[in-house]
């Protein structure tokens, strides 16, 4: 059971060391300025080696093999997110890329969002062909841009995966699919091995490398996968339980974008607005701010799963979900509301500068 997470964080790592040795020949490092907030140039490969330990793990034990179209989806995102930290894709081609990829990869493997569960009391909300397409590509490329999004600080990113795809295992051995579970332990393991070092682990003042969005489009479309594969199955898991095991990329993008549309900012441009930026500006250090929302993921993962053990009606943790997504919104906004004026405040404080004879 666990032979595969010790594979895959141990050949993760291996490919790390390589890969990270060699990142500046391979041109990709990121470089500071801008929206980011590293001071040095930083290997830009945690997502290429990842996906090398995954690889690994799937070859080996095949029982544990996600599917041909998953597996071609997950490497022809890795190579546009590796062109991307490369050279730069404009944000709407990329949209179109994760969206195009993803849509195929799961259609052709058959894993389409049909049914969303019992939304409505005694009510369940079931899609057509079209629909579920439609309706699965928006979904997907919703968790695959909010994986991006977080990926902002040390340690962040990776640490609300590895917490969703927990809980999915969980979920995934609750409901008796062994080898699904496997499979998604093999994701965990690739994941931590990158966690080691991106991590600000004690004794590290800052990441060693980053994953980039080669491995932001992986993990995001990796999760969403798991979650389709684990709702659409009969006594499978609910898909609002799935959608509170993603909670954080999904509602921390909905909270942003709600903040860009009231300053008449593009929606998807990149920028310094998310929860971690709030935190860290308000003097929360990187190390507590990362393991701070890992642990707002991994509770809003267990109120989910915590709901469905309890036999909660869809339609109840669909209520729950909601009110709390709306409760996280709120705060957020209010919270950068307040940071902006107590910044006026100190800002009219200071002495103004005046003009010395000389």
Known sequence: MFEPVLASAAT???????????????GLQEKPGGHRTHLSPTPVVGGI??????????????????????VAGTFALLFTGLFDDRFGIGARTKFLLQSAIAGLALAFDGSLLHTLGEL?????????????????????????????????????????????????????????DL??????????????????????????????????????????????????????????????VALWICAMPIVDTVAVMAKRKRKGRALMSAGRDHLHHLLVNSGLSVRA???????????????????WLLAFDDWQIFAAFLVGSGAYVHVFLVGWKTHRAREALASSMRPAATDLPL
């Open 12 to 26: 993760t790592s291996l490919a790390l060391l390589f890969l990270e040795k060699n990142a500046p020949r391979l």
């Open 49 to 70: 080696g990842m996906a090398i330990g995954m690889l690994i793990s799937w070859l080996y034990w095949q029982r544990l093999h996600p599917g041909g179209w998953i």
């Open 120 to 176: 409505l009391p005694e009510y369940e909300l079931r899609l057509g062909f079209v629909g579920a397409l439609a309706f699965t590509v928006f979904a997907v490329a919703g968790v695959i841009n909010g994986m991006n999004m977080l990926d902002g600080l040390d340690g962040l990113a990776g640490s609300i995966a590895l917490a969703a795809v927990g809980w999915f295992a969980f979920s995934a051995w609750w409901i008796g």
């Open 179 to 240: 080898v699904a579970m496997s499979t998604q332990l093999s994701i965990a393991g690739a994941i931590a091995g990158f966690l080691l070092f991106n991590a600000r682990l004690p004794g590290r003042t800052r990441a060693r490398l980053f994953m980039g969005d080669a491995g932001s489009m992986v993990l995001g479309f990796l999760l969403a996968w798991i979650a389709i594969d684990l709702s659409q199955r009969p006594n499978g898991l609910p898909p609002v």
């Open 289 to 307: 701010t990362a393991a701070f929302e890992a642990l707002l993921g991994a509770l809003a993962g267990g109120a989910g799963v915590t709901m």
